[in-house]
């Protein structure tokens, strides 16, 4: 059985492919059936299709809803 990905706005995730700039972190401005990203490293927005975000989806970074433990 596979996990509902469960991402909301203001969440930070880790992408498997890496943007041009080389940066593989974004934010999540929009869910949906798109999701609207901005890369953390050259604030470069992007709109993806969920189904590619969760194929992509290395690791939450950051959840704006779930208490994540703080990697320190
Ligand atoms: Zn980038």
């Given at each position: 059985m596979k996990e509902p990905l469960k991402l909301s706005v203001g969440d930070q995730i880790r992408l498997k492919k890496p943007h041009?700039?080389?940066?593989?972190d974004w934010e999540v401005l929009r869910v949906g059936v798109d999701f609207r990203l901005q890369c953390l490293t050259c604030g470069h927005l992007i709109l993806i299709p969920r189904l590619k975000v969760e194929k992509s989806?290395?690791?939450?970074?950051?959840?704006a809803t779930l208490d994540l433990p703080e990697l320190v």
């Open positions: 041009p700039c080389g940066g593989t989806l290395k690791k939450v970074l950051k959840s």
